[in-house]
């Protein structure tokens, strides 16, 4: 059974810095994309950041300069550095990941998703 458990979310403060974290468990995940995707309150589900199979990176445009993803697959783990936070990165967050490699910038090509972590961002 494929897993993915996030943690790290929480309350930050606008110019803040949160960290967020995946742990993936029940398949390897070295060869897929791994990801965030946030879902903000009568928004559809976004695409925020990505680290693809081959190290290759992929952010919306939202968060560019502003986030950074990372991974370590010895542990299956990915990671978000969110910093300078605004209000509007307000959302759950989901991590995700593919079931084997396609196109990264869209939500319909991950077939597995965390159960999602709040970040709350006040001004």
């Known amino acids: 059974q494929v897993e993915l458990v996030e943690s790290g979310g929480g309350l930050g403060q606008a110019g803040g810095s949160l960290r967020l974290s995946c742990a993936g468990a029940?398949?390897?995940?070295?060869?897929?994309?791994m990801g965030w995707i946030r879902q903000a309150p009568g928004k559809e589900r976004e695409v925020v950041a990505v680290?693809?199979?081959?190290?290759?990176?992929y952010y919306a445009d939202s968060v560019k300069g502003r986030f950074t993803i990372s991974r370590n697959n010895a542990i299956h783990t990915v990671y978000l550095q969110m910093n300078n936070l605004k209000p509007e990165d307000t959302a759950v967050y989901y991590c995700a990941a593919q079931r084997s490699p396609g196109a990264v910038a869209y939500t319909k090509s991950y077939a597995y998703w965390g159960q999602g972590t709040q970040v709350t961002v006040s001004s």
């Open positions: 680290s693809s199979w081959s190290g290759n990176t």
């Open positions: 029940g398949r390897t995940f070295s060869s897929v994309a």
